[in-house]
């Protein structure tokens, strides 16, 4: 069974547009996160959620939004796409907000175009 | 400097020993972590240690934390081809895991 799930794997969009890339995981895990890779591997936090607390990396845009309709899911909806949002982005998710102990997804390609 | 940083590129022959390095700034990390990228695919946590211990072997794998030093080390012994990835230490915080910027691991027969 796959323990932390992302749709889609590749993403392929023009400038302007709005997407979502979805993340789901079936750990029971509290706490779940959104990192970006771009093209020299470099991996950024984004945002971290439990059913309590919402942390933003500041240096994300606004049009980046973390949804989570339950806990064992956290969508990343982006609003008017840049060039620049081309990059992998992981979902992860750890027991709790204190063990950092986490388990990520295999990534989403969004090519911006 | 980077919070968390790392050599870009390690090279080593196959059945050698690969030792990647990493140095931290925040000293009030209590997790300590090293995960593994291979081409195209997720990340995989490979081990942590927790900040109170200097030491933690599991099979091929020695992690080595100085604490002192905020320097954490990562030793593959007997190196193979499957080895062959991107390897990011990272430390834990209140809001996630902050990255190095990964050390590619070059085996050569």
């Known amino acids: 069974d796959t323990a932390v799930s992302q749709t889609p794997k590749y993403l392929v969009t023009q400038m302007g547009n709005d997407k979502s890339i979805k993340c789901e995981q079936n750990l029971g895990h509290d706490t779940m996160y959104w990192y970006k890779q771009d093209s020299k591997k470099f991996l950024k936090i984004m945002f971290s959620?439990?059913?309590?607390?919402?942390?933003i990396n500041e240096t994300v845009p606004n049009r980046f939004s973390p949804k989570s309709p339950d806990k064992a899911h956290l969508n990343l909806h982006i609003n008017s796409l840049e060039l620049g949002d081309s990059a992998v982005y992981f979902c992860a998710s750890s027991p709790d907000g204190q063990t950092y102990e986490q388990y990520f997804g295999p990534g989403t390609r969004l090519t911006v175009t | 400097g980077e919070d968390v940083e790392q050599s870009l590129f390690l090279s080593v022959r196959e059945g050698d020993s690969s030792v990647i390095n990493c140095t931290y700034t925040?000293?009030?990390?209590?997790?300590l972590y090293w995960y593994k990228q291979e081409p195209g695919a997720g990340l995989q946590l490979l081990t942590y240690i927790f900040s109170n211990m200097d030491m933690k072997q599991d099979q091929r794998l020695t992690v080595l934390l100085n604490k002192k030093d905020k320097h954490l080390s990562l030793r593959i012994a007997d190196t193979q081809t499957g080895d062959s990835a991107i390897y990011f230490c990272?430390?834990?915080?209140?809001?996630?895991?902050?990255f190095g910027k990964g050390t590619h691991l070059i085996i050569q027969p």
């Open positions: 959620y439990n059913n309590k607390e919402l942390i």
């Open positions: 990272a430390r834990g915080g209140a809001d996630g895991l902050t």
């Open positions: 925040d000293s009030s990390s209590t997790y």
